[in-house]
């Protein structure tokens, strides 16, 4: 490494003087040291600059204040090694500045040879002091900092007016009361000063140190940006200054300035916010353009919706210029919609635009406000000054000034905002040039969070396509089902359930999760849903069905893989058989309220073995009984293991009611992190209030099979007590037994259920081919109308595979 000790005082060092002394004089410590870190963006060109301070035992240099892009971008940390090699930790020991090179050695690894591109330089605070701060620059330039540049840094670290160490940063100038406070960001426990209540409007004796009674105060429309601040993600960034408004025990509202630094956790303290918070009517006014800029910049980009990014324009222009009024309108054909209106009160408007009001905001045709639309044709800002003639839709927005600004973006014009004054405002050189930036920022923005709902309806739309759109009736129970997708980035998940109808009373529970969150799970997730459904329709037990589907997704040669969880459940016996591959074991909430994971042998995710073997583990159902099946971002997130996750799962059900299994999914899911997708499957097991009676025989293949058949059918119906519609009966047995025998090859099984005044009559072969209906038939034909009187006489009949072969039943109503 360099060391380069010139300051290089010249012109450049002049203007940096003069900008260093039109800083307001009433800034506190760390709103100077904010302000000189902007001044390095500006006069040395760099991408972000950062102050090192010691923290109180001296071990660490952790970051006090920082602007420009994230940190991370160079790979720098917020906090070093006192103690350490790095460059911060250097000059913190030598108290020299260092300048490090821009060419890479030979030998240097790739990682090396990237940061080795980037120009870093590290000045201390005091020149000569082994144990202060330091002030670092950094930026992309492959030619690193020039003397110049150097120079330039040397002053400003000379004016960097840092905040005292850690622990002690709540200082304030002499014979001012102070306004500062600090936030626990662990526990939310707040010490603030006598001055931060009073402009609360709270008394030191009815405050109970509780950070939420102070936001309690905050205007709604507010609150979700000073929640952002107390988030380091978003310190990070240099996003250390907001204006907010607090709702006042008269009802009016007040402006508020808060600046704050966040403080990171050490073995001794858990991270906090220090920051000050102050009237901003008793600040010397300023616009400055360069941090509000950034500050909007980085609002913008987390902007997930149209209204969010109106808040964000409203907040960054009403206050500073001292506005009156701000709309922020969409042009939308030959259309003004507006979305945003501050203040939101419709008598805070003119009476014309009251007319027409819609719904919620109002809209109106741009022919109707030629103001507005000679803006829009020439898609620059236009200022008209106090009194200027305008058309009565605009005149009483801004009687002592309107500002219009057209909101550009992709070489069209996107929307409208209009600032209005009451009294009257002349608009300085700095004010322009704000309102220039900002309209360019919305427009981009505007289109871009466009954009983010069309896709979003998108991948939702493909997502609702590919899970079933309703979930059948069951007998003897309830189903009920929930997916959230993930609202990190828009990828489609992979996670699905189904609910398979299966004969013979049963139905098949199904839940998985295909490995990624792209279109490819997407599709995955689709083919094996199909094919689970498939292979449970042909009647195959659930270790089948999950070894077929396993071979499958392996023949695919697919680089994906995928954890399912399937269960066969009898509702007459209220007995289930289970099988898991890879997934998480369902949870069973008994009628006393118990809820526990079930213990259940598991087999590798589908797609990784093709040969696994996927063991069948027994469950018992009684009646008021959940089964829940879930995936794992219900139950597992970065701050939230496994474990723990299914305890408190089984702890929500234990609390729930299960009486209404929508209350209870949407209870379950209230709590869900929203970094994973999530589905979510539960049973609800009631038990059948009629149970069916069975009677099954293998039929001889003989030639009196058939009147076999008809004497086992007429003495089970006489044992069930079934006198009417016997000759039915008997006929549909006959003609489908007959088929059986005649037309396919192995044993034949005929068998009968009744329940509900309903006779189910099923004969099962091993062929698969079904039978068909013929279309018509000669008076000569032989055969073919067996099927027909099948059909004649049944009130319903099918056929399903089953096992390698297939089933023909008929229904008849006994009457």
Known sequence: MACDDSTGRGKGALRIDLALEALPSDLDAPARAQAVLEQVLVFTRAAHAALYLPDEDGRSLTVAASAGVPRSLYG??????????????????????????????????????????????????????????????????????????????????????????????????????????????????????DAVLDLFGIARGDFDGRVESLLALTVPEDLPTLMS??????????????????????????????????????????????????????????????????????????????????????????????????????????????????????????????????????????????TLADALREGRPVLHPAGAPLEPTLAEVGPGGLAVLPLPAAGRTVGLCVIGWDRPHEVGA???????????????????????????????????????????????????????????????????????????????????????????????????????????????????????????????????????????????????????????????????????????????????????????????????????????GLVEASDLDLDEGLARLCTALHDADPADLGLVADALLAGADRHDDVALLMLRYDGMDVRPRRESWTIWRVPEAPRHARRFTRRTLRTWGVAADVDLALLVVSELVTNAVVHTDGPVRLELTLINDRLRIAVSDKSPRSPVKPTSIGWEATGGRGIMLVEAVSAAWGTVPVSGGKQVWAELPIT
């Open 76 to 193: 720098l940390q917020e906090r070093y090694a006192a103690d350490g090699d790095s460059p911060v930790a250097t000059v913190h020991h030598t108290g020299r500045p260092l300048h490090l090179p821009t060419a890479p050695g030979p030998g240097t690894s790739a990682a090396g040879r990237d940061r080795a591109a980037m120009a870093l330089s590290v000045l201390p605070l005091t020149p000569g002091d082994p144990d202060g701060g330091c002030l670092l620059a950094a930026d992309d330039r492959p030619d690193g900092f020039g003397a110049p540049e150097r120079g330039s840094l040397a002053v400003l670290a000379a004016a960097a007016s840092a905040p005292p160490p850690i622990g002690q940063a709540r200082s304030t100038t002499s014979g001012e009361p102070r306004s500062a406070f600090e936030l626990a960001m662990d526990t939310g426990r707040i010490d603030v000063d």
């Open 229 to 370: 601040v107390v988030e380091a993600d978003h310190m990070a960034i240099g996003d250390r200054e907001l204006d907010f408004r607090i709702r006042r025990t008269s009802g009016e509202p007040r402006w508020l300035r808060l600046r704050g630094t966040v403080l990171p956790s050490t073995a001794r303290r858990p991270a906090r916010l220090l920051g000050t918070v102050v009237d901003p009517a008793k600040l010397r006014r300023g616009v400055n353009d360069v941090s509000r800029v950034q500050r909007l910049a980085a609002v913008l980009a987390t902007a997930t919706s149209v209204r969010q990014v109106g808040q964000a324009i409203v907040t960054a222009l009403r206050h500073p210029l001292g506005a009156d009024r701000v709309a922020l309108a969409e042009l939308d054909a030959d259309r003004l919609v507006v979305t945003v209106l501050d203040p939101p009160q419709p008598e805070a408007w003119p009476e014309v635009w009251r007319s027409e009001w819609r719904s919620e905001w109002p809209d109106a045709p741009v022919r109707a406000m030629p």
């Open 430 to 632: 700095d004010e322009r040039a704000l309102l220039t930036a900002a309209a360019a920022l919305a427009g981009q923005e505007l289109m871009r969070v466009h954009a983010l709902d069309a896709e979003h309806e998108l991948v939702s739309l493909l997502q609702r396509a590919l899970l079933p759109r309703r979930l059948p009736d069951l007998p003897g129970g309830t189903a009920e089902a929930r997916y959230l997708p993930t609202t990190v980035g828009l990828d489609v998940g992979g996670d699905w359930y189904d609910v398979i109808p299966l004969p013979d009373h049963h139905v098949a529970l199904v839940i998985g999760d295909v490995q990624g969150h792209n279109a490819g799970a997407a599709s995955l997730m689709g083919q094996m849903r199909t094919a689970l459904r498939a292979y449970a329709v042909e009647g195959h037990p659930p270790d089948v069905v999950v070894s077929h589907a396993n071979r499958l997704l392996t023949g695919m040669e697919s680089d994906l893989f995928a954890t399912c969880l399937y269960a066969d459940i009898d509702m007459e016996q209220g007995t289930a058989w289970c099988v898991r591959a890879g997934h998480l074991p369902p949870v069973v909430r008994d009628a006393d309220g118990t809820a526990v994971p079930v213990e259940t042998e598991g087999g590798p995710p589908l797609g990784v073995v093709a040969e696994a073997d996927y063991p069948m583990t027994p469950l018992r159902l009684q009646p008021g009984s959940l089964l829940v099946l879930t995936t794992d």
